[in-house]
């Protein structure tokens, strides 16, 4: 964060002619200093803030493109800095006040949920354009689940072994990248009916 308000998600408005994906990469190179790639989505969040206006916020969890790549060290305009922390060092900031301590729990929840809880982010293929129906992201889990012949379990659509930072946005600014064989993420079948012949 900037203006010493203490430590945050890399966070920001959408641009015009931007897609929420494309502001999320755009926000974590600004405020962290590291190219990622989305892994999924955490939340998509609406609120009304007044009678005619309303706020829309997607959190979504990400890698670094480069595993290697070290977070932003020299303040300018964006942020701060940047840095790995583990959830006990998170834990510990939630009690202290910013600059050095957490601008809100949020980090920290974002961080038990995906660390500690072990849970999961919904496939990127979920936020997609207005359109007729699934995008492509969606079809293509739906054909993969028929292939493997689980029609009642949902639709598997990401598995295996996944690295994510633990703060939920852009996968910085929380701690450091937490590998783990999780369950697969499923779309229930009702989601999508029964195909039929």
Known sequence: ESR????????GHVDRGQTFPQAAVREALEEAG??????????????????????????FSAVPADPNALPKSEPDEESDGAAWLS??????????????????????????????????????GLLQEEGDGPGPMLRSAWRQQLQHGDQDAGVEATAGNRC??????AGLGGARPACARQPPFRLPPALFGRPTN
């Open 34 to 59: 590291i190219d990622v790639r989305l892994t999924g989505v955490l939340a998509v969040e609406h609120s009304l803030v007044a009678p005619d206006e309303a706020r829309m916020r997607v959190v």
């Open 87 to 124: 959830l006990d060092e998170l834990e510990s900031m939630a009690r202290q006040p910013p600059p050095e301590g957490l601008r809100g729990r949020e980090l920290l929840e974002w961080s038990r949920f995906l660390l500690r809880d072990g849970g999961r982010a919904a496939p990127l």
């Open 4 to 11: 010493r308000r203490g430590w945050w998600l890399p966070a």
């Open 164 to 169: 994510q930072g633990s703060d939920g946005g």
